[in-house]
Every structure is written in C-alpha cells, then in structure tokens.
C-alpha cells in the first residue's frame, strides 16, 4: 500500500453569530457561508450536517462518473439526493444516524448491462463516503486566549 499523504487545510472565522466564512486552500475555490438552523442560527448558509450530506452525495456521484467514463459509458445526467436522518443519542444529543444515498444516472439503453461493473466498484473509490464508513479520527486542540 502507498505511503503518499496528502494534506490540505480548510480555515474557518466566524463572521457574527453562528455564521461563519469557510475558507479552502485553493485560490480558484470561492469561500463559504455556512450557519445553524433556527433557533441557534439564521439558516444564512448551509450547517455541518448539510455539508456532511453534500460531501457524501458528491463523493458518491463523482465515483460512480468516473467508473462510468473508464468504462465508456456516457451518462447524459445524473441526480443525486441524499435523505440525512437525525436522531439523539443516549445522551440526548443530536447526532447523524444515517444517510441514505439515490443516485440516478442517467444513460443509453444499450450501456445498461455494461455499467454493473461500475455498480459493484465505485462505492469503494469515494474517499468522503469510505471514510465515513470506518469513523475518521478526529482531535481537537482548544487554544483559549484572552
């Protein structure tokens, strides 16, 4: 198994509230406005949980593209739609508990048969969905300042 590591860095400064502007590390990536729900937020941008949702869901469509091309199949379009189900933990607090993925690419009658290898395959190449899967450790290190 390769060793390569890539590493990328996502920053984040709170612009009021619970609204905060995500920065990539790309200058051709414009930044982000995310924000809670009400009542904590305003719903001004979309919150971690969407973010999750959309990471998992377009993790899942571009996988399945890219099987899809290597296999010479156009796909005239593809929808996606990613149902995520919130539920409290024994603590009580809110966590997600599932996500369940459709995904509906759309190809010739004749490219049918020939995508299933794809359908077997491409789960396994989304790095957002298979590291979700298997739990992704996280740490967190709090610098308090005055």
Not at 33 to 52: H, I, M, Q, Y
Not at 85 to 91: C, D, G, L, W
């Amino acid at each position: 198994m390769p060793s390569d590591e890539n590493v990328f860095t996502t920053e984040l400064q709170r612009v009021k509230d619970y609204q905060f502007k995500v920065r990539f590390d790309s200058p051709s990536i414009p930044d982000l406005v995310t924000d809670e729900p009400a009542p904590v937020g305003k719903s001004e941008g979309p919150n971690p949980s969407r973010l999750l949702s959309a990471a998992v869901g377009n993790c899942l469509s571009s996988s399945l593209l890219f099987c899809l091309s290597k296999a010479r199949i156009t796909v005239d379009n593809l929808k996606a739609s990613v149902e995520t189900v919130t539920r409290r933990n024994e603590k009580g607090r809110w966590r997600i508990a599932a996500l369940k993925v459709k995904l509906h690419p759309h190809v010739r009658g004749e490219d049918l048969a020939g995508s299933k290898r794809c359908l077997d395959l491409f789960e396994d190449f989304c790095i957002v969905t298979e590291s979700v899967r298997k739990g992704i450790q996280v740490t967190v290190d709090v610098q308090m300042s005055a």
